[in-house]
Nanobody, 120 residues
Framework: VQLVESGGGLVQAGGSLRLSCVAS????????MGWYRQAPGKQRELVAAITSGGSTNYADSVKGRVTISRDNAKNTVYLQMSSLKPEDTAVYYC???????????????WGQGTQVTVSS
């Protein structure tokens, strides 16, 4: 199983970015999917998460500026970010809890990360 993120880049403060993450491989189904971020010198933190049924959860720091969504048919999760601030600068990681064939429990998988840099 692989998770591949895309959509990061350099943007000015106040701008927008849309991140995408596609899961591929021997996947039976996906439970929760989420986006985390890690800034230099800081711990990785949850940005937003979404259940297979579409319920969402957001970090207080991004509420109102970020929307997480998913396309279950495409095993894809998106993160639409707007009104970006310099403090949003970080490597953004995709995470998914995935059921695979012949395994009794789902496992957590991570993408390689995509850099988001917001200039002031």
């Amino acid at each position: 199983v692989q998770l591949v993120e895309s959509g990061g880049g350099l943007v000015q403060a106040g701008g927008s970015l849309r991140l995408s993450c596609v899961a591929s491989g021997s996947i039976l189904s996906i439970n929760d999917m989420g986006w985390y971020r890690q800034a230099p010198g800081k711990q990785r933190e949850l940005v937003a998460a979404i259940t297979s049924g579409g319920s969402t959860n957001y970090a207080d720091s991004v509420k109102g500026r970020v929307t997480i969504s998913r396309d279950n048919a495409k095993n894809t999760v998106y993160l639409q970010m707007s009104s970006l601030k310099p403090e949003d600068t970080a490597v953004y990681y995709c995470n998914a809890e995935i059921w695979r064939a012949y395994l009794a429990v789902p496992h957590d998988y991570w993408g390689q990360g995509t850099q988001v840099t917001v200039s002031s």
